[in-house]
């Protein structure tokens, strides 16, 4: 069975998916777009017929167009093999519409985000123990208040820090060392902690740069001081209360 997997790339909530998808299947195909860039990619995407290659393909916190939607409900193959997840106010006409799932609060009144309601579907679908974890709903739930600023009310500081982490981190990286630490029960502090120290050390050789290459050049150094002031910031807030 080959998937793909569509979701947002500029934040942690949109690449979370892939990093839960990972959990349970081993080779799947998956694209990160930017808002701007969906309409787009999903008009050639069905235009091409490229979707015959899948047989079910997620699409996650990223927002259909309804004419996209209507697009895709009047091709057969294609909706009945299309899931999307989503947490947006703008997006929840979607839910007309058999293959998406759009919440922005639950029954509980909790806000949602794209991992959360990606991750409460791949529980029904799969029967794995990784996915049962205490870790992973832990690494989920911090996504979540991230994405909603939610922390702010839960006063949970950690999930801020994981998405400086995201900032910080190249997306391959991220996804490849978040997905090794979830399948190791390594706790999202320690993650942060070991992350975000050798973030902080490569960041800092590269600092080091610009004054031995610009040594007369007055800029350089303020350039130079800039970055060091900002890392130095950026790993107090990490490393704080750890």
């Not at 793909?4 to 990093?19: E, M």
């Not at 739930?141 to 950690?158: A, F, G, K, Q, S």
């Not at 399948?183 to 960041?203: A, C, M, Q």
Request: glycine share 2%; with cysteine; hydrophobic share 40%.
């Amino acid at each position: 069975m080959k998937t793909l997997l569509i979701s947002h790339i500029a934040d942690n909530d949109g690449i979370s998916p892939v990093i839960l998808l990972k959990l349970v299947i081993d080779d799947f195909d998956y694209k990160l777009l930017e808002i701007y860039e969906v309409e787009e990619y999903m008009n050639l995407f069905i235009d091409s017929k490229e979707y015959k290659k899948y047989d079910r393909i997620y699409f996650t916190d990223l927002k259909l167009s309804m004419e996209l939607c209507k697009k895709i409900d009047s091709i057969d193959e294609l909706k009945n093999k299309l899931l999307v997840f989503d947490h947006h106010q703008s997006n929840l006409f979607a839910n007309d519409f058999d293959f998406a799932t759009v919440v922005v609060k639950n029954e509980e009144g909790r806000m949602e985000c794209g991992t959360s309601l990606f991750y409460k579907y791949l529980k029904s679908k799969y029967a794995n123990s990784i996915l049962d974890n205490q870790i992973v709903s832990n690494y989920v739930e911090l996504v979540r208040e991230n994405d909603t600023w939610d922390y702010l009310i839960e006063n949970e500081l950690i999930a801020k820090k994981l998405g400086m982490l995201f900032s910080l981190y190249n997306k391959e990286r991220y996804i490849n060392n978040m997905i090794y630490n979830l399948k190791n029960n390594i706790v999202p502090k320690t993650i942060i902690k070991e992350i975000s120290d050798i973030v902080s050390n490569e960041v800092e050789d590269t600092i080091k740069k610009p004054e031995k290459t610009i040594t007369r050049n007055q800029s350089g150094y303020i350039f130079s001081s800039i970055l060091k002031e900002s890392i130095f910031a950026v790993k107090t807030l990490l490393t704080a209360k750890l």
